[in-house]
C-alpha cells in the first residue's frame, strides 16, 4: 500500500535537519491516482523522504513521518493547515507541530510543483507499457530523481 522512496540512509544521516516540511500531492499514475508525500529541510533544502499511498489519512502520515525520525532524529514538524492528520501523527509521536509559515509554504509548494512537473513529463518521454507495473516504475524514478535532486543541491551552495 505504502512505498517509501527516500535517499540512503548512509548520506541522509550527514544532513543537518532543523525541521520537517511536509505536504501531500495527488499524481496522476496512468489511469490511477496515487498520493505523493513530500519532506524536506528547510535550509538545505534537500528532499528527505517521498512516499507514495493511495490513501491519505493519520495512519499513512504516522507512518510517513515516523520513518523520518528513525532516520533524520526527533524534529519539529510544518504542515498546512488542511487536514487533521498531520497533528493527529505529530501527537501520537510525540513531536511538535506547527502550520507552515509564509516561507516554509513557498519552500514546500515549489519543491511540490517541481517535483509534479518531472513526474509528468517523465511518463510523458519514457511511459511504462508494462501492466501492472506503473506504481514501480514510478517509485524508482523517484529515488533516482531524488538521488540526482539532492546531489545538484549539494552542489549549488
Not at 541522509?12 to 499524481?27: A, F, K, N, P, Q
Not at 498520493?35 to 489519512?57: C, Y
Not at 505529530?90 to 513531536?95: H, I, V
Not at 510543483?113 to 524508482?140: A, G
Amino acid at each position: 500500500m505504502d512505498s517509501k522512496v527516500q535517499a540512503s540512509k548512509a548520506k541522509s544521516t550527514r544532513r543537518r535537519v532543523l525541521e520537517y516540511i511536509i505536504d501531500e500531492t495527488m499524481l496522476k499514475v496512468g489511469s490511477e491516482f496515487v498520493w505523493l508525500w513530500v519532506a524536506t529541510e528547510p535550509e538545505n533544502r534537500q528532499i528527505l523522504a517521498l512516499s507514495i499511498s493511495k490513501e491519505r489519512n493519520m495512519f499513512v502520515a504516522e507512518r510517513f513521518i515516523s520513518d523520518l525520525v528513525k532516520i533524520h532524529g526527533i524534529h519539529p514538524v510544518s504542515t498546512d493547515d488542511g487536514g487533521t492528520w498531520y497533528p493527529m501523527a505529530c501527537r501520537f509521536l510525540n513531536l511538535d507541530h506547527h502550520i507552515h509559515s509564509s516561507l516554509e509554504k513557498s519552500l514546500i509548494e515549489r519543491k511540490m510543483q517541481y517535483i509534479k512537473d518531472r513526474t509528468e513529463s517523465f511518463d510523458d518521454y519514457f511511459p511504462c507499457r508494462i501492466k501492472n507495473y506503473k506504481l514501480k516504475h514510478v517509485r524508482n524514478w523517484l529515488r533516482l530523481f531524488v538521488d540526482y535532486h539532492n546531489n545538484e543541491i549539494k552542489h549549488i551552495k
